[in-house]
């Protein structure tokens, strides 16, 4: 039997990828690609494209690679001091938050990354294996309808955190529960 190693690293950056890709498609963007690299001169291993977006990529994309990699690390109860200290890391997440005033940003991240949780881990998997992964493939990974009134009605309901599992829908979990509706 092979023995496969994980570099849990690599795997973290991909869940922080595939994290910017689902809240972003949640979010209304249409994402181009995900893909993760070896760092680059600003020590960015990956990145995340999305189209032109006219009015700009909301805050919760922008600290939801953050809020994913500490899930992803120490499971959906971490603390503010957690956020803070992996946000002078990402320093360009830290940017986009502290340019938004909104101090309810942080909250409705963790619980559009509770929510969704399944789906990223699925596709950080695909892009920690290949290296890259589509719109297609995010959305895939969402289970969205091919049509787009449908789909739409879909992501409304994920950030509302009815569907498409039951997931706590509480920032670090709690007692509230939704119903599986697909």
Request: charged share 30%; no cysteine; net charge negative.
């Given at each position: 039997m092979t023995k496969h190693t994980v570099d849990r690293a690599q795997l973290a950056v991909a869940i922080h990828e595939s994290a910017h890709a689902v809240v972003g498609r949640v979010m209304g963007l249409t994402v181009r690609r995900a893909v993760i690299h070896e760092p680059d001169?600003?020590?960015h291993a990956g990145r995340c494209e999305f189209s032109r977006a006219p009015l700009g990529t909301p805050d919760v994309v922008d600290l939801a690679g953050t809020v994913a990699?500490?899930?992803?690390e120490h499971g959906p109860r971490f603390s503010a001091y957690a956020v803070t200290d992996r946000l002078g890391v990402h320093r360009d997440d830290r940017r986009a938050l502290v340019a938004s005033g909104d101090p309810g940003t942080l909250d409705r991240t963790r619980r559009l990354i509770e929510?969704?949780?399944s789906p990223i881990a699925e596709l950080a998997a695909t892009l920690y294996g290949f290296g890259e992964v589509s719109g297609e493939q995010v959305d895939a990974a969402l289970k969205l309808s091919e049509y787009d009134d449908e789909s739409t009605m879909q992501l409304s309901a994920i950030r509302a955190g009815t569907w498409p599992a039951a997931r706590p829908i509480v920032p670090g979990g709690g007692e509230l529960w939704r119903l599986h509706q697909s």
């Open positions: 001169e600003h020590g990699e500490l899930r992803f929510t969704t949780w």
